[in-house]
């Protein structure tokens, strides 16, 4: 997708063109396969970070194209959404202190870019997805505006509409529609590439199949979505519906979805999956391609083979296979990992990596063939197993046998790991430091997701929805600068927010979802129940679209009975009489600050939320409470926080331990 010049078929005439040049890559690399062409004599690894950019109330700030322009580090480039970067590591040889490189590389690079955000007022943050990104943040216009991004979008709304529903379950729900393919850049994720020798490709292939899940429960960073707590990683979920192309039927034929685990082991070559990609799903995007392929094989120089490699960006395998050109000019296979999220810290990701690697490297040496010892079908449903449930969870592991995956990493997978790269000649320091961090995750069972969702349970007992999340981003910023492993951070606290700005808060961070409505035709003796039953004071009133028609509040329902008591109860009415007709509304994307400005000019508690004619939320004086309540509180805590540091050290060590003096904590 890096490529210049992507595009989508003007006409059927330039599709064809684009398939036979193709299909030419695919006979190409097969020759090249059976010439014994492709770079065997060092074994290389690499790595691509995603980045999320925050602004000053850590929501996503979609300033990547000035920042790029602020670095000029061609070790940087865009992403789908203008809130994310991707920063590319120069790959070097499986050995040695490999992993302590690749750290100090990122570091290194992410400095870099701190130094150039922080100019406009913006920092990174490593996570699998930003607990603080909004379904608004996802709107068209945060879309990078490159050709190639352009029409890929284009190319998925062609084939299944511009309708995307989300559909998710965990410890919340969510069930969403939205209007954008946008959704998928809520992911970000560190995608580690190992260099395969072709001899070696099935057997390394499988191996990645087999271990995703154990990677994947241990590394899992990415539990929460618009505020709902859902998979413990929810990016193999969400990027399956984001990028799905395929549409509804009645009948029970079967589809790949484009983002995919597979459908069965791989059994003869690469070209396996090659093929298979091709036949199964239909080109996005074409290119001009001027190469002959064949011609250069015969001339000695290694062919591009573009149209595969642009093919190739569009289906995404979470092992996906690739193909390159390695510095000396001879081409190379890649197996590319995309299970693993980013963060929670550097060191975390190089760690999940030398994990990884590990494996694919010492697994064969255990299970020859892994193939005889699982079922795929049992690979596929541990993956999506560790994909809902992050670590704890339990698994078919070899000869049927049901483990949980704690003790599977534990006493197989890390001692296997830490043959499997003492036989590539990794350092033994690299090797203890990076291992140590995933035995002591593992022990703990503190991933990042587990991180997660534990602070925000607690924070959330204290504070509103948008403040825990808020908090959550804070705490994960600055836990991000020690470069601790995430096993040993303490949970988020609501102090680790420093200065935090509701102004900038929109009204869909903070308005009530969980709604109650009536129709027009209900009678009003059914609404003040409601009421009363549910301690409201407002209900909207929705025809059966879900379109908002009106909205009754406790005052009309007072004077109503008032009324009636007066007349002897005669000449009942429906809600239609005496609702009120055409409620002030505002709109999601709004402010807050325009929604108190709108019920203080207009005298009233409630505005009913209203996107294109439907109803999807209530904000209200309660929700002002709120927010004043957790000013106020953080006011208190600044105070108490200032007043702690002014006392002498030694009365401050006593404080932190509970036994502040009573006069001093009067004052």
Not at 413 to 434: N, R
Request: with cysteine; hydrophobic share 40%.
């Amino acid at each position: 997708m890096g490529a210049k010049g992507v595009r989508i078929a003007r006409s059927q005439e330039e599709l064809n063109g684009f398939t036979r040049n193709l299909l030419k890559d695919v006979k190409a690399l097969e020759r090249m396969l059976e010439e014994d062409l492709f770079d065997t004599e060092v074994i290389h690894i690499g790595a691509e970070q995603e980045i999320c950019l925050v602004d000053e109330n850590f929501k996503p700030a979609p300033k990547s194209l000035e920042l790029l322009r602020k670095l000029k580090n061609p070790s940087f480039t865009t992403e789908l959404a203008k809130f994310n970067l991707e920063a590319n590591l120069s790959p070097i040889p499986f050995s040695g202190n490999c992993f302590s490189s690749i750290e100090n590389e990122i570091h290194s690079l992410l400095d870099n870019l701190s130094a150039a955000a922080s100019e406009l007022d913006i920092s990174p943050v490593l996570t699998g997805i930003l607990p603080t990104i909004r379904k608004f943040d996802l709107e068209a216009s945060n879309l990078t505006p490159m050709d190639r991004y352009y029409a890929l979008i284009e190319a998925i709304e062609n084939l299944r509409g511009k309708i995307y529903e989300l559909r998710l379950e965990g410890l919340d729900e969510l069930n969403i529609k939205h209007h954008s393919a946008l959704v998928e850049a809520c992911n970000t994720s560190f995608q580690v590439h190992l260099q395969v020798t072709p001899d070696e490709f099935v057997e390394k292939y499988n191996t990645a199949l087999a271990i995703a899940a154990p990677v994947m429960a241990i590394s899992s960073n990415s539990p929460m979505l618009f505020g709902k707590r859902l998979w413990n990683e929810t990016r193999i979920a969400l990027f399956q519906q984001s990028i799905d192309t395929r549409i509804t039927g009645e009948h029970l034929r079967y589809t790949s979805p484009r983002v995919t685990f597979g459908n069965a082991w791989l059994k003869n070559s690469i070209l396996d999956l090659i093929r298979e990609d091709i036949v199964r799903f239909k080109i996005l995007l074409t290119t001009d391609v001027d190469e002959d392929v064949i011609q250069s094989l015969d001339e000695g120089v290694t062919p591009k083979l573009k149209a595969l490699n642009i093919h190739n960006s569009t289906v995404y395998r979470w092992n996906r296979p690739c193909y390159g050109i390695s510095p000396n000019g001879k081409p190379h296979l890649r197996i590319e990992n995309r299970i693993l999220p980013a963060g929670p810290t550097v060191v975390d990701e190089v760690a999940n990596s030398a994990f990884w690697l590990g494996l694919m490297n010492g697994l064969s040496e255990v299970y020859p063939d892994i193939t005889k010892k699982i079922d795929f079908d049992d690979a596929k449903s541990n993956f999506l197993k560790a994909a809902k449930l992050g670590l704890g969870a339990k698994f078919y592991w070899v000869n049927q046998k049901i483990i949980n995956d704690t003790e599977l990493i534990e006493k197989e997978l890390l001692p296997i790991a830490k043959q499997g790269l003492k036989k590539t000649g990794v350092s033994d320091s690299d090797i203890t430091k990076y291992l140590d961090v995933i035995a002591e995750r593992n022990e703990t069972s503190r991933t990042g997701a587990r991180w997660i969702l534990e602070s925000y349970t607690k924070l959330v007992k204290h504070s509103s929805k948008e403040e825990a999340t808020t908090a959550l981003v804070a705490s994960m910023y600055k836990n991000q600068t020690t470069n601790q492993p995430v096993s040993s951070w303490s949970l988020a606290q609501a102090d680790d927010m420093n200065e935090w700005s509701h102004s900038a808060f929109l009204v869909e961070e903070f308005m009530t979802t969980d709604i109650f409505t009536v129709t027009k035709e209900d009678i009003p003796e059914f609404s003040a129940d409601m009421m009363d039953w549910q301690k409201l004071r407002y209900l909207p009133i929705e025809n059966d679209n879900g379109e908002l028609i009106g909205l009754i509040t406790h005052r009309e329902l007072l004077r109503y009975f008032a009324d009636c008591y007066k007349n002897g109860m005669k000449n009942p009415k429906k809600l239609d009489e005496i609702m009120i007709k055409k409620p002030i509304t505002i709109k999601p994307e709004q402010t807050i600050v325009e929604a108190m400005e709108i019920m203080m000019e207009n005298n009233i508690g409630s505005l009913p939320v209203v996107n294109n004619g439907k109803l999807v939320g209530l904000i209200t004086e309660a929700n002002f409470l709120n927010i004043t309540s957790s000013l106020l509180k953080r006011l208190k805590r600044k105070k108490a926080k200032a007043l702690l540091e002014e006392l002498p050290k030694s009365e401050q060590n006593g404080s932190e331990n509970g036994s502040v003096n009573k006069n001093t904590a009067k004052s």
